[in-house]
């Protein structure tokens, strides 16, 4: 059975306080590896796809890499609307993405 | 903008009843995938739709069921409502079997 880990479940990070979510993985043939952003109360956000270990890709303060069994996204000088829940999700080609329960964020000023 | 539209935002139903909730997405996205988020959790998987016609399932009961149409809309159906199907409901399209993109979300509440 596919299983999606994050940590931690809820990180407090003062303003340009760099620091880093992890989201492990168990699956039995990966696909893609998505970072979504989500704001209470509201839909997913997409941030990034990564399909194979090595990868990386950056949008403004974030910045997601892909290893084998382990994807880490890291957000470098963080700011007070950075705060969401960041949820990191696979795809094994199985019609479905399956995701972790998320990381929490908040940023304080 | 991701260009999925969920209706309504919010509904209220009691224990038993049957709900109906709508999505539309982007012209050109053939799948149309529905999960359920319950309070401090990921989204799990209901079921997807490609070119209307059932793709794949997640663990879900068959009281959960889906449409899509041709003009890139899709019904997710309940029936029989129990209380721990309160959750926010979740719909995402896609132009192929790579992104998702998720509308707003429907918040359900079963008494």
């Known amino acids: 059975e596919d299983q999606v880990t994050q940590s931690p479940e809820a990180l407090r990070l003062q303003e340009g306080e760099s620091s880093s979510l992890n989201c492990s993985y168990t699956v039995s043939g990966l696909r893609g590896l998505f970072w979504y952003r989500q704001d209470p109360g509201k839909g997913p956000e997409f941030l990034f796809t990564?399909?194979?270990a090595g990868e990386e890709k950056e949008k403004e303060r974030l910045k997601a890499t892909l290893t084998k069994k382990e994807s880490f996204l890291h957000i470098t000088a963080p700011k007070p609307e950075d705060s969401a829940t960041y949820l990191c999700?696979?795809?094994?080609?199985?019609?479905?993405?399956?995701f972790g329960s998320g990381t929490r964020l908040q940023v304080q000023p | 903008e991701t260009g999925v539209t969920q209706s309504p935002t919010h509904l209220i139903k009691t224990r038993g009843q049957q709900v109906t909730l709508r999505c539309s997405s982007q012209s050109g996205h053939n799948t149309v995938s529905w999960y359920q988020q319950a309070l401090g959790q990921g989204p799990q998987f209901i079921f997807q739709?490609?070119?209307?016609?059932?793709?794949g399932r997640g663990n879900f009961p068959p009281r959960f069921s889906g449409l899509q149409f041709p003009n890139y809309s899709s019904e997710l159906n309940v029936n029989a409502l129990e209380l721990d199907d309160s959750a926010l409901y979740l719909c995402?399209?896609?132009?192929?079997?790579?992104?998702?993109?998720f509308g707003p979300g429907t918040r359900l509440l079963v008494l």
């Open positions: 990564l399909y194979s």
């Open positions: 999700a696979v795809d094994t080609g199985r019609r479905a993405l399956t």
């Open positions: 739709y490609y070119r209307e016609e059932e793709n």
């Open positions: 995402a399209s896609s132009p192929s079997e790579e992104t998702q993109y």
